[in-house]
């Protein structure tokens, strides 16, 4: 079986150096990211970039470790899963950042991944649910940033 994939994407009324700089300071991640109980970075980084790490640990308790492949501000970043929950053969995520113009910036998840048998089995379910929680913390990205402006 192949990389599952979906997208999500919003439109956010801020600059988008301002979007990405709020999306990539892990002081700011749980104050938006609502699927998340746990946002750190790894190693002794200060900041994202390529080659840093991440640990993440989803409200449902399982956790994964991810690798910054790109980071090209403030267009867009991407990660990888380096480590993480037993149900993923693998992980990657992307977000771009496109400049609408007049203060706006269209925001775009795109995640793929591969699962391990049995739970690929599952994978429409998994794909909705994931689906779910990222059109939802697409969501409380916007408010967050907008009620902030």
């Known amino acids: 079986m192949g990389f599952i994939k979906f997208s999500e994407k919003i439109l956010i009324y801020r600059d988008p150096d301002y979007v990405f700089d709020?999306?990539?300071?892990?002081?700011?991640?749980?104050?938006?990211?609502t699927f998340l109980v746990k946002a750190d970075l790894m190693d002794g980084a200060e900041k994202a970039g390529i080659g840093v790490?991440?640990?993440?640990?989803?409200?449902?308790?399982?956790?994964?470790?991810?690798?910054?492949?790109?980071f090209n501000r403030p267009k867009a970043t991407a990660i990888k899963m380096t480590s993480g929950p037993f149900i993923f053969r693998a992980?990657?995520?992307s977000w771009t950042f496109k400049d609408i113009g007049r203060h706006k910036?269209?925001?775009?998840?795109?995640?793929?991944f591969k699962l391990r048998f049995p739970f690929s089995l599952l994978a429409p379910i998994v794909k909705n649910n994931l689906r779910?929680?990222?059109?939802?913390?697409?969501?409380?990205?916007k408010n967050c940033i907008e009620k902030s402006s």
């Open 132 to 141: 779910k929680n990222v059109r939802q913390r697409l969501k409380d990205l």
């Open 91 to 93: 992980f990657l995520g």
């Open 105 to 112: 910036t269209e925001v775009i998840f795109l995640y793929s």
């Open 53 to 70: 790490k991440a640990w993440c640990v989803a409200r449902n308790g399982l956790g994964m470790e991810t690798e910054y492949v790109s």
């Open 22 to 33: 709020y999306t990539q300071d892990y002081k700011n991640r749980l104050s938006w990211d």
